[in-house]
């Protein structure tokens, strides 16, 4: 089992700033990438970036140029900072990974392990 944390969440202006950590735990050995997602109220959740451990990122075209995802292994976190926010980037961030072998990508039906959520708020 694995269990993922995340934090950092708060209220910013547009063209903010925040970082958001995802502390892993347990088994985490098995995890091949680690995704982040976002869920705003009455919408699906999306996916916004996908780490590989010790490996490759990638983003969704929404957040590209403004969100960068980084990891420290060591003490098992990863991190998505986030720059140049904007209202539309308003809601409930989420880490997930899935088991190992499981499918990496932006959809959410892949991961099996999820974080409670931290609140993005962008507004002025």
């Known amino acids: 089992q694995v269990q993922l944390v995340e934090s950092g969440g708060d209220s910013v202006q547009p063209g903010g700033s925040l970082r958001l950590s995802c502390a892993a735990s347990?088994?985490?050995?098995?995890?091949?990438?680690v995704g982040w997602f976002r869920q705003a109220p009455g919408t699906e959740r999306e996916g916004v970036a996908l780490?590989?451990?010790?490996?490759?990122?990638y983003y969704d075209a929404s957040v590209k140029g403004r969100f960068t995802v980084s990891q420290d292994t060591a003490k098992n976190m990863v991190y998505l900072q986030m720059n140049s926010l904007k209202p539309e980037d308003t809601g409930t961030y989420y880490c997930?990974?899935?088991?190992?072998?499981?499918?990496?990508?932006?959809?959410?039906?892949?991961?099996?392990?999820w974080g409670q959520g931290t609140q993005v708020t962008v507004s002025s």
């Open positions: 997930a990974a899935p088991r190992s072998g499981g499918l990496c990508g932006f959809r959410a039906g892949g991961y099996d392990y």
């Open positions: 347990g088994y985490t050995v098995s995890l091949d990438c």
């Open positions: 780490a590989y451990l010790r490996g490759a990122t």
